[in-house]
T-cell receptor, first 116, second 113 residues
Framework: AQKITQTQPGMFVQEKEAVTLDCTYD???????LFWYKQPSSGEMIFLIY??????QNATEGRYSLNFQKARKSANLVISASQLGDSAMYFC?????????????FGKGTKLSVKP | EAQVTQNPRYLITVTGKKLTVTCSQN?????MSWYRQDPGLGLRQIYY???????DKGDVPEGYKVSRKEKRNFPLILESPSPNQTSLYFC????????????FGPGTRLTVL
């Protein structure tokens, strides 16, 4: 079974609108971390946002917010006011277990295209 | 500037010719790891290291070796590359006890003919 599922291979959004990228995860650990990364066409991996499993508040970083629903095991990324530069691949990832284990398990990604 | 560097950025080689991809970080991170990225598969971890002289296998270690003789460097070694190792490789690092962000290198695109 996949640990990280991103069900949207590709998405389109109109510039200036908000968009939600879906991510569900599967773990039996109580302590885990959830990450979102952006990969533009140039190839680098850009860290966007992090949510710890014990964090009570949803994480926010500028235009990015993480809609964390622990009971549903979902960690959707919300991008507000989309910009053309947001066009990229977006990966959801999870770190399971204690902090000393840093392996990130990645989903297969969602390709976001922002239309002018 | 805090960063993870990889060299080379691009490499075309032939089957069986040993190669090394270097990774270096200047943030004094204990944790370093290597991932490969293939279309439709996301990123998969190859090897990781929690500190000097401490390395362990990730999800797809076959055909790869690593070493961690110094804290800042974590080279990836392909002793006898094969075409199925054609991929985009990323090195990443983080603090061991504060890994809410992993810093990624710029990637190395490897083609094995």
């Amino acid at each position: 079974a996949q640990k990280i599922t991103q069900t949207q291979p590709g998405m389109f959004v109109q510039e200036k609108e908000a968009v939600t990228l879906d991510c569900t995860y599967d773990t039996s650990d109580q302590s885990y971390g959830l990450f979102w990364y952006k990969q533009p066409s140039s190839g680098e991996m850009i860290f966007l946002i992090y949510q710890g499993s014990y964090d009570e508040q949803n994480a926010t970083e500028g235009r990015y917010s993480l809609n964390f629903q622990k009971a549903r095991k979902s960690a959707n990324l919300v991008i507000s006011a989309s910009q053309l530069g947001d066009s990229a691949m977006y990966f959801c990832a999870m770190r399971e277990g204690a902090r000393s284990q840093g392996n990130l398990i990645f989903g297969k990604g969602t390709k976001l295209s922002v239309k002018p | 500037e805090a960063q993870v560097t990889q060299n080379p950025r691009y490499l075309i080689t032939v089957t069986g010719k040993k190669l090394t991809v270097t990774c270096s970080q200047n943030m004094n991170h204990e944790y370093m790891s290597w991932y490969r990225q293939d279309p439709g598969l996301g990123l998969r971890q190859i090897y990781y290291s929690m500190n000097v002289e401490v390395t362990d296998k990730g999800d797809v270690p076959e055909g790869y070796k690593v070493s961690r003789k110094e804290k800042r460097n974590f080279p990836l070694i392909l002793e006898s590359p094969s075409p199925n190792q054609t991929s985009l490789y990323f090195c990443a690092s983080s603090f061991l006890l504060a890994d809410n962000e992993q810093f990624f290198g710029p990637g190395t695109r490897l083609t094995v003919l």
